[in-house]
């Protein structure tokens, strides 16, 4: 039902987008998120995107560097820019019935994605 795609290694300071295919009629209005997950670390919430009115929704850590769009083929991305070493995960891609608190993200959705490994570092 979702795929991500578009991972891969950067320097601090770079910028990658991430894409998530979403595939069948009924998530149409599903909100669709990001949430990544590093060695050693706890899960964190990333992004998310309404799929009734579009509002887009990010954590502290990345306001203002990431930004999460979605287009008429219910594609979603999200665009990475000033990347830190700190950015370093895997990140998925979550399918959820409706907008829920972001950093709820990495255990209450409902489809999720094989994830797509990002690294930052010089």
């Known amino acids: 039902h979702v795929a991500e795609s578009g991972g891969g290694l950067v320097q601090p300071g770079g910028s990658l987008r991430l894409s998530c295919a979403v595939s069948g009629d009924e998530l149409a209005l599903y909100a669709i998120g990001w949430f990544r997950q590093a060695p050693g670390k706890e899960c964190e919430g990333v992004s998310q995107?309404?799929?009734?009115?579009?509002?887009a929704y990010y954590s502290d850590p990345v306001k203002g560097r990431f930004t999460i769009s979605r287009d008429a083929n219910n594609t979603v991305y999200l665009q990475m820019n000033g990347l830190k070493p700190e950015d370093t995960a895997v990140y998925y891609c979550?399918?959820?019935?409706?907008?829920?608190?972001?950093?709820?993200?990495?255990?209450?959705?409902?489809?999720r994605g094989q994830g797509t490994q990002v690294t930052v570092s010089a």
């Open positions: 995107i309404s799929g009734v009115d579009g509002r």
């Open positions: 979550a399918a959820v019935w409706e907008i829920i608190p972001i950093q709820t993200l990495c255990a209450q959705y409902q489809y």
